[in-house]
């Protein structure tokens, strides 16, 4: 009973702040996602990043083996995937970069904070930031034909993660006025995207569910299986391993909808995959999270 309402603890908060965002947007209120999405990715996720990274009492060498781990796993993740639609008969460029990448930005990054404080965050934090890398340039080339490294290398998450590395490997600290702010700025980060993901969700439509059901289950089993055995190959710790397991059985990404609609491949069956998955996470992820807990 103890572990259920620690549980609800943890993933309460965040459902609950999505259904904000849902609400919202059902009572017709305005809301700008391209522009919230925008301020979050180049200001305050970064600042979070940095922040997170700067003050966390991690060893570097913990965190970069999390970030090798991290690579692992998306690399038999992708394997899974792509083995799964060829045998499906499933368009490689709609389906396979949305199974690969999950919500480790809007959902993995609150679970992380709530479920195991600032040292769950700053493992959350190395996980989301290379995924984002290898999303920004795998997954494009994937749904595109065509990536770019010049796209990846201006993104400010990616400078907020290598600063807030080489600060963390220094033993560097920003004066305290500037910590205090970029804190302030990184600390709404988190509202903003789960909200945004509930309005996001709101106003997609799904036709087909069937086939988003299925994959979604075994994007939420393989998974957490893969996270589960990198995490004892490479021999994290109990926390690192949590939030590498969490990560990476976290729902479809609303940004694999938004990069299927921009690049031309199949945006409807992205969007039911983004609902049916973020939905299933209301079960899958509480469940995950009693096992690594």
Known sequence: ?????????????????????????????EYRVEFVTRLAMT?????LIFVAL????IEPNALADLSLATLAAYGLVAVGFFA??????LDRSTYVAPLIF???????????????GNEGLSYAVVVFAVMAILSFTFGIWLVAGGGSL??????????????????LWQGWETPIFLTNSLELIGQMAIPVMLITLGVAIARLEVKSMGQAVVLSVIKA???????????????LSPVASAVLIVQLATPVAVTSYLIAEKYGAEAQPVAGLV???????????????????
């Open 1 to 29: 009973m103890n572990l259920a309402i620690t549980v609800l603890n943890i993933t309460a908060p965040v459902f609950l702040l999505a259904l904000v965002g849902l609400i919202w947007v059902k009572m017709g209120f």
């Open 43 to 47: 200001l305050s996720v970064p600042c």
């Open 54 to 57: 700067m003050k966390t009492d």
């Open 84 to 89: 799964i639609a060829a045998l499906a008969k």
């Open 102 to 116: 999950g919500n480790t930005g809007n959902l993995g990054l609150p679970l992380a904070l709530f479920a195991f």
């Open 150 to 167: 010049m796209k990846v290398l201006k993104e400010p998450l990616v400078g907020a993660t290598v600063l807030g590395g080489l600060f």
């Open 221 to 235: 089993g393989l998974c957490a299986g893969t996270g589960w055995a990198i995490s004892v190959w490479f021999g």
């Open 275 to 293: 609902v049916v998955s973020t939905l299933l996470s209301v079960i899958t992820l509480p469940l995950i999270l009693s096992f690594v807990i």
